[in-house]
Nanobody, 115 residues
């Protein structure tokens, strides 16, 4: 299993970023995919989750209405569109796949929201 995140960077408050996670080594279309984040000194938290067909999504209360998770099963990729970014969204963002009870993680991508 291999998960590779990209798309992070430095953005001003109110700005947008789109994260991508390219997956390989498993049948991507059969598994729920998630985005987590971890800010300095804080525990890793679930940001968004999407079912295998992309029809059902869940979001942390802190990002509802601002973030959108989506997936392209033909490209084995999951996305996180982040709008109206706030300084408190600053964190390392991780892609996650839960496969037969085992969690797999990417290396993470840094998102920094600052003026």
């Amino acid at each position: 299993v291999h998960l590779v995140e990209s798309g992070g960077g430095l953005v001003q408050p109110g700005g947008s970023l789109r994260l991508s996670c390219a997956a390989s080594g498993f049948t991507f279309s059969r598994y729920v995919m998630s985005w987590y984040r971890q800010a300095p000194g804080k525990e890793r938290e679930l940001v968004a989750q999407i079912d295998i067909n992309g029809l059902s999504t869940n979001y942390a209360d802190s990002v509802k209405g601002r973030f959108t998770i989506s997936r392209d099963n033909a490209k084995n990729t999951v996305y996180l569109q982040m709008n109206s970014l706030k300084p408190e969204d600053t964190a390392v963002y991780y892609c996650n796949a839960l496969i037969i009870g085992m969690a797999y993680w990417g290396q993470g991508t840094q998102v920094t929201v600052s003026s």
